[in-house]
Nanobody, 126 residues
Framework: QVQLVESGGGSVQTGGSLRLSCVVS????????MGWFRQAPGKEREFVAA????????RYSDSARGRFTISRDNAKSTVYLQMNFLRPADTAVYYC???????????????????WGRGTQVSVSS
């Protein structure tokens, strides 16, 4: 059974940085795509970034591009999200998720992902 555990959230001021980690256990080779999503209170869950274990391709939302970097360490079964220049609008619970197969063109859709972590809170104050 796949388990995903996020960590690294916290409270920072505008312009600060955080690095989120997602440790994956029970990973199957078929679960190649890893994504980060976030959900703010009263809002839908939204895509942030995605990558693949096999090729390390990267995809970002418009709001994340240029500020956030997704990476993975295959030896540690860990995916990271480095977040710089944080803004109050980035405040949300951040989730990592795993999906079957390659990125395809559905990497930004939450329904594509089979397994989810419980999330880690990120709060950015002005």
């Amino acid at each position: 059974q796949v388990q995903l555990v996020e960590s690294g959230g916290g409270s920072v001021q505008t312009g600060g940085s955080l690095r989120l980690s997602c440790v994956v256990s029970g990973l199957s080779p078929s679960l190649d795509t890893m994504g980060w999503f976030r959900q703010a209170p009263g809002k839908e869950r939204e895509f942030v970034a995605a990558t693949t274990w096999s090729a390390g391709q990267e995809r970002y939302s418009d709001s994340a591009r240029g500020r956030f970097t997704i990476s993975r360490d295959n030896a540690k079964s860990t995916v990271y999200l480095q977040m710089n220049f944080l803004r109050p609008a980035d405040t949300a619970v951040y989730y990592c998720a795993a999906a079957l197969g390659s990125l395809k063109n559905t990497f930004a859709s939450a329904s594509r992902y089979n397994d989810w972590g419980r999330g880690t809170q990120v709060s950015v104050s002005s």
